[in-house]
T-cell receptor
């Protein structure tokens, strides 16, 4: 089954304790992205990756890191979480087809609800 | 920059009522437009899309037409069901930012 998986689904942690949220897709997609969802703000992009070893900042990258060492995985790292990073996080992936043309349809994971106290 | 504006919810309807959720956008050029749906406790699922002006996207009884002249992409369904209760997000793909720009979402509640 084609899917994007995220782990953990729920996480409660304390300020300053490093954490990693994993994201994996089995569709051989080149493009992957992280979003956070906050009430009244919709979803905002944190980071994205066009391919292995190619990452770039989205709209709200502060306090986050990512890496793309393998095509299927795109972990989100919070080196020193703070309460304002309490949010619902979604990973997404998309097939990129040739040159600058994209298959714009993005597939989303089930979400990770993070609480930082 | 690009932006998407949706009507605020919640929208509460009785089963079999007609649904319209308004969506307008601001963008340079002609971005692809999407409606995503989020059921309680789940991630976002693509509901429908349109990639150029006058395209009509449709799926599961939902429809939306890409209107360039009014920069709109309103979501409609002729007869809603309780199972349609969810949050609906309008979005456009910003090729410059390589990201989806989402509206704030509209919660739909359908009562039996």
């Amino acid at each position: 089954e084609a899917q994007v998986t995220q782990n953990p689904r729920y996480l409660i942690t304390v300020t300053g304790k490093k954490l990693t949220v994993t994201c994996s897709q089995n569709m051989n997609h080149e493009y992957m992205s992280w979003y956070r969802q906050d009430p009244g703000l919709g979803l905002r992009q944190i980071y994205y990756s066009m391919n292995v070893e190619v990452t770039d900042k989205g709209d709200v990258p502060e306090g986050y890191k990512v890496s793309r060492k393998e095509k299927r995985n795109f972990p989100l790292i919070l080196e020193s979480p703070s309460p304002n990073q309490t949010s619902l996080y979604f990973c997404a992936s998309s097939l990129r087809t040739g040159g600058s043309t994209f298959r714009y349809e993005q597939y989303f994971g089930p979400g990770t609800r993070l609480t930082v106290t | 920059g690009n932006s998407v504006t949706q009507m605020e919810g919640p929208v509460t309807l009785s089963e079999e009522a007609f649904l319209t959720i308004n969506c307008t956008y601001t963008a340079t050029g002609y971005p692809s437009l999407f409606w995503y749906v989020q059921y309680p406790g789940e991630g976002l699922q693509l509901l429908l899309k349109a990639t150029k002006a006058d395209d009509k996207g449709s799926n599961k009884g939902f429809e939306a037409t890409y209107r360039k002249e009014t920069t709109s992409f309103h979501l409609e369904k002729g007869s809603v069901q309780v199972s349609d209760s969810a949050v609906y997000f309008c979005a456009l793909f910003d090729t410059g930012r390589r990201a989806l720009t989402f509206g704030s979402g509209t919660r739909l509640q359908v009562q039996p």
